[in-house]
T-cell receptor
Framework: DSGVTQTPKHLITATGQRVTLRCSPR?????VYWYQQSLDQGLQFLIQ???????AKGNILERFSAQQFPDLHSELNLSSLELGDSALYFC?????????????FGPGTRLTVT | EDQVTQSPEALRLQEGESSSLNCSYT??????LFWYRQDPGKGPEFLFT???AGEEKEKERLKATLTKKESFLHITAPKPEDSATYLC???????????FGTGTRLQVFP
């Protein structure tokens, strides 16, 4: 158990809908990262927050947004969902902002868009 | 463009049959290479970080090595519980993100 929690574990929704994925980092970690893992593209970095502020952005679509709250939990919002958004979404946390800090991954949320 | 390629895509081993997984990279400037293990339906689990050519790290039956072009994950006398997908990722001077390879799916049979 990495100490990172993600909810829900599974999510099934229809095209055009909006969903929110939630992540609680390990105790003491200030950074939260979001990743998308699909069968054809592997693990893709979406966005990073450090202590409530956006720190780095990857291949995140404009339909997707994220935030980190004062209690350090983070939410990833996915809107106008398309079939191609079906994937595993992972959250990771680390104690510091830089990539030299080890990232601990949560168990993921499996999103299925029908 | 920074790129990470892992080979083979899949590897089947008999218990006790040692082998190596490869991670080759083409990047503008390497600032770290990371190995992760991922079990089905779970998040990646950190194994090693390597920073410079010639560096080696070991953990139980696993040993990671790094050259200027590639990294190897050597598995000595594997056991069925070593079955998993092994991912490598790089951090470069140009980016604030980890770039992952697509992984090697390892199956070890008793």
């Amino acid at each position: 158990d990495s100490g990172v929690t993600q909810t829900p574990k599974h999510l099934i929704t229809a095209t055009g809908q909006r969903v929110t994925l939630r992540c609680s980092p390990r105790s003491g970690d200030l950074s939260v990262y979001w990743y998308q893992q699909s069968l054809d593209q592997g693990l893709q970095f979406l966005i990073q927050y450090y202590n409530g502020e956006e720190r780095a952005k990857g291949n995140i679509l404009e339909r997707f947004s994220a935030q980190q709250f004062p209690d350090l939990h983070s939410e990833l919002n996915l809107s106008s969902l398309e079939l191609g958004d079906s994937a595993l979404y992972f959250c990771a946390s680390s104690v510091g902002a830089g990539l030299s800090y080890e990232q601990y991954f949560g168990p993921g949320t499996r999103l299925t868009v029908t | 463009e920074d790129q990470v390629t892992q080979s083979p895509e899949a590897l089947r081993l008999q218990e006790g049959e040692s082998s190596s997984l490869n991670c080759s990279y083409t990047v503008s400037g390497l600032r770290g290479l990371f190995w992760y293990r991922q079990d089905p339906g779970k998040g990646p689990e950190f194994l090693f970080t390597l920073y410079s050519a010639g560096e080696e790290k070991e953990k139980e039956r696993l040993k990671a090595t790094l050259t200027k072009k590639e990294s190897f994950l050597h598995i000595t006398a594997p056991k069925p519980e070593d079955s998993a997908t092994y991912l490598c990722a790089v951090r470069t001077v140009n980016t604030d993100k980890l770039i992952f390879g697509t992984g090697t799916r390892l199956q070890v049979f008793p």
